[in-house]
């Protein structure tokens, strides 16, 4: 076993990621993607970096109602006849090693395809369409889509999943007072408005194997004044920890166009140290994390359970490959290369 605190394995219920460099959802937007349905171009791409070394592997953001994709190249869970492209993928990327993670999301009001819903009638922008507001049985039929995709990927395979409520989409847009302003039990006091996040995360539970990890994706802070903040994220984690969530990977931003974002290397990596401190609970680390020396140090000094690259992992699907050997770590290429190692 590797003495290099990134490329240690790592233990979520009965499933193990052979080191704690994961890959971070991201939307493709791929021009061979019809009907949400997976294709070869996501074969590859998500076969690649399962080849390339990652532990963990999270498909893109797939959406469990056809209005709740971001755009019409999206992939989608919301019916069977999408599993079998999503089971290829997941099967080859678990041969290689990797743990095949999918992110199921709604896009809500940032839904660029008709139909946006959300929790106010409040655009995201001018450029973005009026979303309608949900009545109690819309907001019903979403928890149930969530339950019924979270099916879908465990037909398919998936060994973990994570829900995206981050980046503006409709779980974050719930949870922030800036896009929320419903007077019913779905908004106004905090319990209100992670109301919605709490029972989509209970009903995805009921139905997602014991054995097996449930992650959360949430966006810590709004950047933005009056919205959602790194307190009321830890105060959300501790509930999603007693609903059964293993780990949160812990983003932040994309609920309003006037948010005022800190940019630097690892900037979120304190929100996800925060969060880990202050609840016991596990957490991911993710942007702007490019150079192993600093990867390894977010996990040796207690900052972080794991780490996800994201652009990285664009700019080389090799990059964990190559850290382990920046880092003097043990990770195996896959048989099939040795000649070439
Ligand atoms: C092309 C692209 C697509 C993305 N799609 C998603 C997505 O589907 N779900 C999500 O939660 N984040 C998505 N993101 C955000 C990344 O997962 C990640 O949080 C962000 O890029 C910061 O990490 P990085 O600095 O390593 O790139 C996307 C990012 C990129 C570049």
Redesign the pocket.
């Known amino acids: 076993m590797s003495h290099i605190p990134l490329f240690t394995p790592y233990p979520l219920r009965n499933v193990t990621a052979r080191n704690r460099l994961w890959i971070?959802?991201?939307?493709?937007?791929s021009v061979f993607a019809e009907d949400g349905i997976a294709t070869d171009w996501h074969l590859a791409h998500y076969v690649s970096r399962a080849v390339g070394g990652a532990g963990l592997i999270i498909v893109?953001?797939t959406a469990v109602e056809p209005h709740g994709r971001?755009s019409a190249r999206d992939l989608g869970l919301w019916d069977d006849a999408q599993i079998p492209a999503l089971a290829r993928i997941a099967h080859l990327m678990a041969g290689c090693g990797a743990v095949p993670a999918v992110?199921l999301?709604h896009a809500g009001r940032k839904a660029t395809v008709p139909g946006a819903i959300g929790p106010s009638p409040l655009p995201f922008s001018a450029d973005y369409a009026l979303p309608q507001a949900m009545a109690q049985g819309e907001i019903d039929r979403v928890i149930m889509a969530f339950q019924q995709a979270a099916r879908r990927a465990l037909a398919a395979g998936f060994q973990a999943v994570e829900l995206?409520a981050?980046?503006g989409y409709l779980l974050h847009q719930f949870l922030s007072p800036l896009s929320n302003r419903r007077d019913d039990q779905y908004g106004g006091d905090f319990d209100s408005r992670i109301r919605l996040t709490l029972a989509v995360t209970a009903a995805v539970r009921a139905v997602w194997p014991a054995e097996l990890p449930l992650l959360v994706?949430i966006s810590a802070t709004d950047w933005a004044e009056g919205g959602w903040d790194l307190e009321q994220s830890v105060d959300l984690a501790r509930r999603l920890a007693s609903e059964g969530v293993d780990l949160l990977d812990v983003?932040s931003g994309g609920l309003t166009p006037a948010q005022q974002i800190r940019l630097g290397p690892g900037y979120q990596v304190p929100f996800a140290q925060r969060i880990r401190q202050e609840t016991g609970l596990a957490t991911a680390a993710?942007?702007?994390?490019?150079q192993a020396q600093q990867a390894n140090a977010i996990v040796r000094d207690g900052q972080a359970d794991a780490v996800?690259?994201?652009?990285?992992?664009?700019r080389d699907p090799y990059w964990p490959l190559r850290a382990a050997r920046e880092l003097g770590a043990e990770l195996a290429a896959p048989a099939q290369y040795l000649r070439g190692w």
């Open positions: 971070s959802p991201m939307c493709m937007y893109e953001a971001i992110q999301g995206h981050a980046h994706r983003s993710v942007g702007l994390i490019n996800l690259i994201a652009r990285q992992s664009l």
